[in-house]
Structure formats: C-alpha cells, structure tokens
C-alpha cells in the first residue's frame, strides 16, 4: 500500500504505579495513505462498489473518517455512524462480511457482535488513544485492587478490557446507566477517558474512581481560545463533546455526542456553530444543516501544544486504495481481517449486551432514532 513517511504521535499513557492519578507520555505511530488524484479516485470508488458486491461485504463507517468514505458507504447500502451502532448495522445486515472504516477497537467490536462474520479494516493499525492508554494487563491489576466496585467502560477500549467489564457504553447512554448503578448504591471504576467520566459523575453524583486516559483529538480543545473564539461570534452556539477538558465543556451550549451534535447544528434561529470534536463530523453536519456555518472549536493558540488538529491521525489511515485492497486481497490473503479470541469475545460480548438489554427496557432508541430535536441535546454520545 502506498503510503507517506510515519510519524509519531503523543498520548497520554497511565502509569503502572497509579494508574487512577498519574500519566505519563508514550509514543504511537499513524501512517496517512497518500490521497490519489481525481481520475484515480473515481476508478477506486468504481472499483470498491463491485467489489463490495463480489465479496458480499457491507461497508460500515465512522462519522470521522475521510468523507469520500462517508459517502461510499452510503451509496452501497452500508452506514455512517458511531462505534456502536456501526456494529450493530453488521449485526443486522443481510451481508455476511463486514469491512469497517474506523479504528481497531471499532472492527473489534463488531467482531465480537457479529463472531459468525468476517470483519476486516483498511488498516488493522488504526488504533486509538484512550485503547492504547487502558492496557488490559495494567487494567486488570488496578480492578483487582478493587473488587468491591462494578467495572463500567467506554466503548472505546480493547476486547480484553471489555472482557474483564461489567458494562460496557456508550457515551449517549453513559449518564442514563452511570444513574441506574448509582441509584442502586453501587461504587464505580471507569475507563478510560478521564473528561468524560468527570463530566458524568459530575452529572450523577456517583462514587467513580477514573482512568487516566484521553483522547488526543478533544483533550487538545483550549478553553482560553474558544473563549475569544466565542467573543469574535457571538451569535453561534458552541457544540462540544464531552472527551474534551471540563474547561472546554463549561463553555457549551450543547454537550453531546456525535449524533447529537450533528442533530444539534439543525436548532431553528441559528446559523453559527462552533464545533469542538473531530473535524470529520463536519462533512455530516454540512449534509444534515446546509447553508450553516461551521466554525472549528481552537486547538492552537497562545496555550497550545497542538498534537492533533482537531482531527484523528488514526482514523486518517482509512483511505481509498487501502479500502479496495482489503477487499481485493483480504479475503483470500487474511489482510486487514480482524480477528478476536472465541472466548475472549464471548466474556467481552457480556458487557455489551448488557448496555443492548438496558437500552431496550428502559425505551432508549440507538442513533439511528431521530427522535425529537431537543432530545439531541441531552446526555452525552458516543465517540
């Protein structure tokens, strides 16, 4: 596959002494495909929609991958989503192959969702912060120094983190489930962004001890410069997801996910949006509120140390000619094919039917439901 020079990319890392307090810094690596031109995309995009077809694949993609990827999964039948509702399309899809646009702990989780399937990724590398800052042997130890208290973890974690889990969520289903357990008295440990269980024991008042993790994309957001920002607009309502530092959120208008902020961007009398999360929402949100004007929430300025800019370098790796080599090749070769331990998936899957079964009882409809548009601007959503 042809490719750029990698580069390093910083996260931050919990350390093995106190994982619930203390960070340190550590080095991954993305590698972005290189961008074809015109005429070749046009022949790639040709090329993969037949190739969908041969291979009885459905393609399912993240709301912050290339847009071309957005709109090919559309055409073909796939969908444009979040983590959990792109697995629970595989789920329901008549195809018997899933290739998902995303990260790994995305073709993970369809995998565990859908063990009968073949799954497969344009690049099984593409990974993600708050998955390689939980290390599941690191995990497991700090859970064990409290066994009194249920395991609750985004779903943006490993399988194997998801196998030692009680429940799993979502975050547009976090705050209704973080209630639920606390109503019931129950203590907490939460993994593994930081921002977001903050947000959500501030919320519910629940005892939660929290994982050091974080996104590199929302923790990069400057609370100072959104403030001038918002000074230099300000008619526009400022959308935030909830991964971001406490100072960013305090800021909202709206917090929420990505469905919900998408949903957000249609509010009636407004026409300014300043949006901090990954800047490939902004593709959906130009097609769901045409005519609006979509401003990029600060990750630089006076107090930046920009890493990200606004946008994954992980999810970046999803490319055109990686997605048709997976599907030319992958099949046959095992490239880009996502596979997860038959008993690891089985004890992970536990914790995730659980949040299915607690959404089903307590009515709560997955991102595909409209719904009404002030109900997208409550709770918190999915990465």
């Known amino acids: 596959m042809n490719q750029v020079d990698i580069k390093p990319v910083e996260f931050d890392l919990p350390s093995q002494a106190s994982p619930s307090t203390s960070c340190k810094p ?29 291979r009885d694949a459905v393609l399912v993609a993240h709301y912050y991958v290339d847009s071309e990827l957005q709109d090919l999964a559309e055409e073909t039948g796939g969908c444009v989503s979040d ?110 962004d930081r921002h977001l269980g903050q947000y959500i024991q501030k919320q519910t008042g629940a005892d939660m001890l929290l994982w050091q993790g974080s996104c590199l994309v929302h923790d990069e957001f400057k609370a100072e410069e959104l403030k001038m920002l918002k000074a230099q607009h300000p008619q526009a309502m400022v959308l935030v997801h909830p991964e971001s530092p406490a100072d960013v959120v305090a800021l909202a208008d709206v917090v929420g996910s990505t469905t919900q902020l998408i949903k957000a961007t249609q509010t009636p009398g407004v026409d300014t949006y300043i949006v901090a999360t990954d800047n490939g929402i902004l593709h959906k949100m130009r097609q ?80 595909r439901g409209q719904g009404r548009l002030e109900q997208a601007h409550k709770g918190v959503g999915p990465a």
């Open 288 to 367: 769901f509120a045409p005519g609006k004007t979509l401003i990029e929430a600060p990750t630089a300025g006076n107090s930046a140390t920009c890493k990200s800019c606004a946008h994954c370098p992980w999810m970046a790796m999803n490319g055109l000619k990686n997605l048709r080599d997976v599907l030319k090749t992958g099949f046959d070769t095992g490239l880009g094919e996502v596979h997860v331990d038959s008993a690891l998936g089985k004890q992970a899957y536990r914790c995730i039917d659980r949040m299915l079964d607690f959404a089903k009882t307590h009515g709560i409809s997955g991102p």
């Open 83 to 192: 983590s959990l509702e792109m697995a629970r399309f595989g789920r329901e899809s008549k195809q018997q192959n899933l290739v998902v646009a995303g990260v790994r702990f995305m073709g993970e989780t369809s995998k565990i969702l859908n063990p009968e399937k073949r799954v497969f990724m344009p690049d099984l590398d593409a990974t993600c912060s708050l998955d390689l800052g939980c290390p599941s042997e690191e995990f497991n130890a700090f859970c064990d120094q409290h066994p009194d208290r249920t395991v609750v973890v985004y779903a943006n974690t490993s399988a194997a983190v998801k196998a030692r889990a009680d429940w799993m969520v979502t975050s547009s289903i976090a705050l209704d489930i973080v209630g639920h357990l606390h109503a019931q008295g129950q203590k907490l440990i939460w993994a593994p």
């Open 26 to 54: 550590s080095q991954a690596w993305a590698r972005v495909p290189q961008q074809p031109g015109p005429d070749e995309r046009a022949a790639l995009k040709a090329e993969i929609k037949a190739l969908l077809k041969a």
